[in-house]
């Protein structure tokens, strides 16, 4: 079985990122001849995803110009977050309720994600079915580009967990369907509450990324990247 549906969460403020982001959403900006929400969009309709969400707040007239535009096969949907930005769990919570029962990807603009991750993504699919748990892909992060990055959970035999001491970063990707998102009865809410939820009765999964990790958080670290030879 191949995942249809997926969200892309777009609706951040970008406030690291600036002066970058003072007139462009972060999505928007490009990394070599592409930007992060194209790069977004292309991964998930390369792997066979078939509708999309796009959550959008910051800046949203010019995320829905950009996908008024945008020529795919897939369809894409903005969820309107203008007059609220529900936070990450909220976002999801709220742009995937047409899903139904269909599981769905979602995944943060901001990692560069290249076709590399594609065989990943099978693998994610692959671990949520055999178990029917939230699955994270996840970094050990000593293949972070970025070096300053603490560390974000733990990962031993596809359990995450979360201790003192962290070894894996969160790459931006995961795996779920609505049942890990409707018992929290609230609008406004962080993944971060999910995640601690399930964490606490090991019923979080998460599976090892081999490949380096670009994560676009600061103007610096957008200025290193860009001036890689690893995008097209």
Known sequence: MRVKHAMILAAGLGTRMKPLTLETPKPLI????????ERSINLLENYGVEQIIINAH???DQIEKFVLKFKSKVK???SNEKALLLD??????????IFGENPFFVL????LWLNNYLGEMQSLEKIYFENKKHCLLLVNKRLSFDTSFKGDFNLKNNVV??????NFIFTGLQLLDKNHLDPIDKKVFSMNE?????IINNKLSGLES???FYHLNTEEMYKKISNLDITD
């Open 30 to 37: 490009k990394v070599g001849s592409k930007n992060l929400l």
């Open 58 to 60: 910051y800046l949203a």
């Open 76 to 78: 894409i949907t903005i």
């Open 88 to 97: 990450t769990g909220g976002g999801v919570k709220e742009g995937t309720k």
């Open 108 to 111: 943060n603009p901001d990692t």
């Open 161 to 166: 967990s979360k201790d003192i001491e962290n």
């Open 194 to 198: 999910v995640w601690n939820n399930l």
């Open 210 to 212: 081999s490949l380096k």
